[in-house]
Antibody, heavy 126, light 107 residues
Framework: EVQLVESGGGLVQPGGSLRLSCAASGFTFSRYWMSWVRQAPGKGLEWLANIKQDESEKYYVDSVKGRFTISRDNAQNSLYLQMNSLRAEDTAIYYC???????????????????WGQGTLVTVSS | DIQMTQSPSSLSASVGDRVTITCRASQSISNYLNWYQQKPGKAPKLLIYAASSLQSGVPSRLSGSGSGTDFTLTISSLQPEDFATYYCQQSHTTPWTFGQGTKVEIK
């Protein structure tokens, strides 16, 4: 059974840092792209970042570029999100998600986030 | 960035009704359009990927269609468990982007 379990959320002051983790099991983690998606209270979904299997490609949404860093440890079946310079508007539930691909040439298209974790709440407030 | 616009933002329907939600992309995304269902307090669930492919375990009363910029999600006969919020998402070009959501409520 595929499982994704996030951890590391909590209350942090504006300007602070937090590192989220996502523990994967039930599939060969090293074969998949992975993503982080967040949802502010009462709002819609926002994709934040994704990472290729070997970490050779990483992409970010503009709102977190330069502040957040996605990484992974395939030996530990884990995905991470280092969040720095946190702002009140970063308050949200953060989900990790598996990001399967349809490959063409040197690129790929996404096939939807087929598995999600339960989410971890990050609250940025003084 | 590719903008995704869903309509309507909300709708009220009865059990047994046929429901259609539309999603429009600001530029062509071929068929790289995915649909999710989200219930309160839960993570989203993938329903349809690549515009029309049903994710494993999703009931056949749900279907998706479209290509290019215009897409639809159809529920042929609404069931009590279908009352939720639905999101479209393009996976053609990063940043991946979501529609704003459509809340399906009980009439």
């Amino acid at each position: 059974e595929v499982q994704l379990v996030e951890s590391g959320g909590g209350l942090v002051q504006p300007g602070g840092s937090l590192r989220l983790s996502c523990a994967a099991s039930g599939f060969t983690f090293s074969r998949y792209w992975m993503s982080w998606v967040r949802q502010a209270p009462g709002k819609g979904l926002e994709w934040l970042a994704n990472i290729k299997q070997d970490e050779s490609e990483k992409y970010y949404v503009d709102s977190v570029k330069g502040r957040f860093t996605i990484s992974r440890d395939n030996a530990q079946n884990s995905l991470y999100l280092q969040m720095n310079s946190l702002r009140a508007e970063d308050t949200a539930i953060y989900y990790c998600a598996r990001d399967p691909r349809n490959y063409y040439g040197s690129g790929s298209y996404g096939l939807g986030f087929d598995y999600w974790g339960q989410g971890t709440l990050v609250t940025v407030s003084s | 960035d590719i903008q995704m616009t869903q309509s309507p933002s909300s709708l009220s329907a009865s059990v047994g009704d046929r429901v259609t939600i539309t999603c429009r992309a600001s530029q062509s995304i071929s068929n790289y359009l995915n649909w999710y269902q989200q219930k309160p307090g839960k993570a989203p669930k993938l329903l349809i990927y690549a515009a029309s492919s049903l994710q494993s375990g999703v009931p056949s009363r749900l279907s998706g269609s479209g290509s290019g910029t215009d897409f639809t999600l159809t529920i042929s006969s609404l069931q009590p468990e279908d009352f939720a919020t639905y999101y479209c998402q393009q996976s053609h070009t990063t940043p991946w982007t979501f529609g704003q959501g459509t809340k399906v409520e009980i009439k």
